[in-house]
T-cell receptor, first 111, second 116 residues
Framework: GESVGLHLPTLSVQEGDNSIINCAYS??????FIWYKQESGKGPQFIID?????DKRQGQRVTVLLNKTVKHLSLQIAATQPGDSAVYFC??????????FGGGTRLMVKP | GAVVSQHPSWVICKSGTSVKIECRSL??????MFWYRQFPKQSLMLMAT?????????EQGVEKDKFLINHASLTLSTLTVTSAHPEDSSFYIC????????????FGNGTRLTVT
């Protein structure tokens, strides 16, 4: 379901390590999922998307995994850099509507 | 890529006044736009869904008379915070989706509203 007003969990990683950010979604009929990155004081930026007929999609340094059995989505960032520090959140789309769920995760990269 | 422009990026107003925030899709048509509110260190909270040519759909707990939404064209939605109070101070963000059903949401860069 939709998380409203929750304080963000934080993931702290060392520069150069891989990061994994997880998300649970609510609707088993959702057919499209998106990961966004939000830097401080800015609006969210599109990172990568995946459709429900796939279980994995790779981009540049990022990979999204979709597990429909347990309604779970993850974002993997390889060789995490200081510029990756931001809040990451995912979204599911069902029948043309958009839901925001999971409340987001703050990624902090230690130099 | 698709761009959503939000204006102003920040505004300071006195208590009791109204503030209008604009959200424009610059290179695509958006039948649906969304308005969010975000408090510091918290997630985005969906306030309402703005539909071109029809009334907005508000989320539970969001006062429609307080937050007026108008989506008069396929490229512009506005959010007016009426009779603003200090507790309305927040970061307001809009997003828009291409008319295709499964397309990424594109976000504006937000508006920081401070009510004194």
């Amino acid at each position: 379901g939709e998380s409203v007003g929750l304080h963000l969990p934080t993931l702290s990683v060392q520069e150069g390590d891989n990061s994994i950010i997880n998300c649970a979604y609510s609707n088993s009929a959702s057919d499209y999922f998106i990961w966004y990155k939000q830097e401080s004081g800015k609006g969210p930026q599109f990172i990568i998307d995946i459709r429900s007929n796939m279980d994995k999609r790779q981009g540049q340094r990022v990979t999204v995994l979709l597990n429909k059995t347990v309604k779970h989505l993850s974002l993997q960032i390889a060789a995490t850099q200081p510029g990756d520090s931001a809040v990451y959140f995912c979204a599911e789309i069902y029948a043309g509507n958009m839901l925001t769920f999971g409340g987001g995760t703050r990624l902090m990269v230690k130099p | 890529g698709a761009v959503v422009s939000q204006h102003p990026s920040w505004v300071i107003c006195k208590s009791g006044t109204s503030v209008k925030i604009e959200c424009r899709s610059l290179d695509f048509q958006a039948t649906t736009m969304f308005w969010y509110r975000q408090f510091p260190k918290q997630s985005l909270m969906l306030m309402a869904t703005s539909n071109e040519g029809s009334k907005a759909t508000y989320e539970q707990g969001v006062e429609k008379d307080k937050f007026l939404i108008n989506h008069a064209s396929l490229t512009l939605s506005t959010l007016t915070v009426t009779s603003a109070h200090p507790e309305d101070s927040s970061f307001y963000i809009c997003s828009a989706r291409d008319q295709g059903r499964n397309s990424p949401l594109h976000f504006g860069n937000g508006t920081r509203l401070t009510v004194t």
